[in-house]
C-alpha cells in the first residue's frame, strides 16, 4: 500500500528516492511553494527531506562500515579454516616454512611454499621444473647452481 507522500503529485512526476527508500517528489514545482496543497513540494517539506536523507545515509554508512568489518572477519575464518585444511595435507617437513608463508613474515618462505605445492611437495622435483614461463622460475627453490 502507498503512504500519501509516497504518491506522485498533482503534476505527475515521479517520487524520487534516497538510500534506497522513497522520500518524496522530484518535479520542476519544487523551486515554487504550492499553497493549494495539491502537490508537497514546499520549502518546509524539502528542508524535512534534506534532514532525513542525511541522518538516514550516515545510518546506512556505519552499517555499511560494520557489514564490512563482519565480511572481513568471516574472510578470516574461512581463510584459517583453509590454512589449517591445507597444512594438515602437506609432509611435516614442510609446515614450519608453511607458516611462515602464510602469516606474511618472509616472501622466501612464500616462493618456497609455492613451488613445493605445485610439484607436490617433493623438493626434487621443483629442482627439476619445467615450468619456464612460471614467473618463480628463476628464483625458485632447490636449484643446482651451474
Known sequence: MQKSWQKKCHCRHEPFSGCGQVVGFHCPCVSAAVSDGDCLTSSYFLTVIAIWQSTNCERNLS???????????????????????????MPRKYRRTYDRAVSGKSLRACVDSFCLECCGWKS???????????????????QTRS
Open 124 to 142: 626434487q622435483e621443483v629442482s627439476l621444473c619445467t615450468s619456464l614461463a612460471c614467473p618463480l622460475y628463476a628464483v625458485r627453490p632447490y
Open 63 to 89: 552499517m555499511s562500515a560494520k557489514s564490512e568489518k563482519s565480511a572481513a572477519v568471516e574472510r578470516e575464518k574461512k581463510r584459517r579454516a583453509k590454512i589449517a585444511q591445507r597444512r594438515a595435507q
